[in-house]
């Protein structure tokens, strides 16, 4: 091969090379992300998305894109957020944070992996845990079955309490269901329930403000995505009004809350992640069961405890999978 040939060679391809490059980059699978709220309040949560797709051999930037899409808490956008999704050339659509519903409503084809803090069957997600059968499948939490067994382990701790406070975020589509648990579960025990309602930052501190003046012994935090954003001004309003409360995730615990009850958060969103992957590889969502929690931490902080001067009862004590010192 003469000089000049073997030069022109080498320019073909230099010029093929990045053509290739971007061809693959171009066929690179994309993800799309929705959410009710934001990416600060839910890096936790995402980082364990994250954890399941690497799981799944998948890493974001290498071979897999993801869109993502915040609401900020202002869930009245999800629907449009939703469907801009399903109007872009995405494989799939992972809808946490309240934004399953929107995501549903957006597409009937694109593949859904969801989280769900109600009956999925209920809402029209699935048509059964075990064979979802249409273009979604996911992760419940079962956080309105779980808002009695929470107020149980209050009154392990506050036997004598003569009201008990239930925080409830009324424009979240699961909280009906988690206020008539707890009242059913209340009913049950004689209990009486005082509902605060809050949808708002200012909200949230207005129904702590009133929690004296209505002589509230103790708060359950409603299971919502947006009173998990505002985890961190939940603990410092327990903490300023000197209120006993109880959440469903570790990390409200961990951020200063008295205690939590209820499955891990963190590892329902890995599995979401595990599932992402598994769709992006050709499994169907209606073949993939809905992945119910089967283990519930209660974890107590001790700290907060003595703050209150609370005495925790050695049977809950031995009980809690973590207690935080």
């Given at each position: 091969?003469?000089?000049?040939?073997?030069?022109?060679?080498?320019?073909?391809?230099?010029?093929?090379?990045?053509?290739?490059?971007?061809?693959?980059?171009?066929?690179?699978?994309?993800?799309?992300?929705?959410?009710?709220?934001?990416?600060?309040?839910?890096?936790?949560?995402?980082?364990?998305?994250?954890?399941?797709?690497?799981?799944?051999?998948?890493?974001?930037?290498?071979?897999?894109?993801?869109?993502?899409?915040?609401?900020?808490?202002?869930?009245?956008?999800?629907?449009?957020?939703?469907?801009?999704?399903?109007?872009?050339?995405?494989?799939?659509?992972?809808?946490?944070?309240?934004?399953?519903?929107?995501a549903k409503a957006a597409t009937s084809t694109i593949p859904i992996v969801f989280t769900s803090?109600?009956?999925?069957?209920?809402?029209?997600?699935?048509?059964?845990?075990?064979?979802?059968?249409?273009?979604?499948?996911?992760?419940?939490?079962?956080?309105?079955?779980?808002?009695?067994?929470?107020?149980?382990?209050?009154?392990?701790?506050?036997?004598?309490?003569?009201?008990?406070?239930?925080?409830?975020?009324?424009?979240?589509?699961?909280?009906?269901?988690?206020?008539?648990?707890?009242?059913?579960?209340?009913?049950?025990?004689?209990?009486?329930?005082?509902?605060?309602?809050?949808?708002?930052?200012?909200?949230?501190?207005?129904?702590?403000?009133?929690?004296?003046?209505?002589?509230?012994?103790?708060?359950?935090?409603?299971?919502?995505?947006?009173?998990?954003?505002?985890?961190?001004?939940?603990?410092?309003?327990?903490?300023?009004?000197?209120?006993?409360?109880?959440?469903?995730?570790?990390?409200?615990?961990?951020?200063?809350?008295?205690?939590?009850?209820?499955?891990?958060?963190?590892?329902?969103?890995?599995?979401?992640?595990?599932?992402?992957?598994?769709?992006?590889?050709?499994?169907?969502?209606?073949?993939?069961?809905?992945?119910?929690?089967?283990?519930?931490?209660?974890v107590i902080n001790l700290k907060t405890a003595k703050t209150l001067s609370l005495s925790i009862?050695?049977?809950?004590?031995?009980?809690?999978?973590?207690?935080?010192?």
């Amino acid at each position: 091969m003469k000089r000049r040939e073997f030069i022109t060679l080498l320019g073909g391809v230099a010029v093929a090379w990045p053509l290739a490059a971007r061809a693959q980059q171009a066929a690179m699978p994309v993800i799309g992300f929705l959410n009710g709220q934001s990416a600060t309040e839910f890096a936790h949560l995402l980082a364990a998305f994250h954890l399941g797709l690497n799981q799944a051999g998948y890493v974001e930037g290498r071979n897999v894109a993801i869109e993502y899409r915040w609401a900020e808490g202002r869930m009245d956008t999800l629907p449009a957020l939703a469907a801009e999704l399903a109007q872009r050339p995405v494989d799939a659509i992972v809808a946490t944070g309240g934004a399953h519903l929107a995501a549903k409503a957006a597409t009937s084809t694109i593949p859904i992996v969801f989280t769900s803090g109600s009956d999925a069957i209920k809402e029209g997600l699935v048509a059964s845990f075990n064979r979802p059968g249409g273009n979604a499948t996911g992760a419940t939490v079962l956080s309105a079955t779980l808002v009695a067994k929470r107020l149980a382990i209050v009154l392990e701790l506050i036997p004598r309490a003569a009201l008990i406070g239930a925080l409830i975020d009324p424009t979240f589509s699961e909280g009906p269901a988690q206020l008539t648990q707890l009242q059913t579960g209340a009913r049950e025990i004689g209990q009486q329930i005082h509902v605060l309602n809050a949808s708002t930052e200012n909200e949230i501190d207005a129904a702590f403000a009133s929690t004296s003046s209505v002589h509230i012994d103790a708060l359950l935090i409603g299971a919502t995505p947006f009173f998990r954003g505002r985890r961190n001004q939940i603990a410092e309003l327990a903490a300023r009004h000197g209120i006993p409360t109880s959440a469903e995730g570790r990390d409200f615990a961990e951020g200063g809350l008295l205690m939590s009850y209820g499955p891990s958060i963190t590892d329902i969103y890995r599995q979401v992640g595990i599932y992402t992957g598994r769709i992006l590889k050709g499994e169907k969502p209606a073949d993939l069961p809905v992945v119910q929690p089967s283990k519930f931490e209660l974890v107590i902080n001790l700290k907060t405890a003595k703050t209150l001067s609370l005495s925790i009862p050695d049977k809950l004590l031995a009980l809690a999978d973590e207690v935080i010192e």
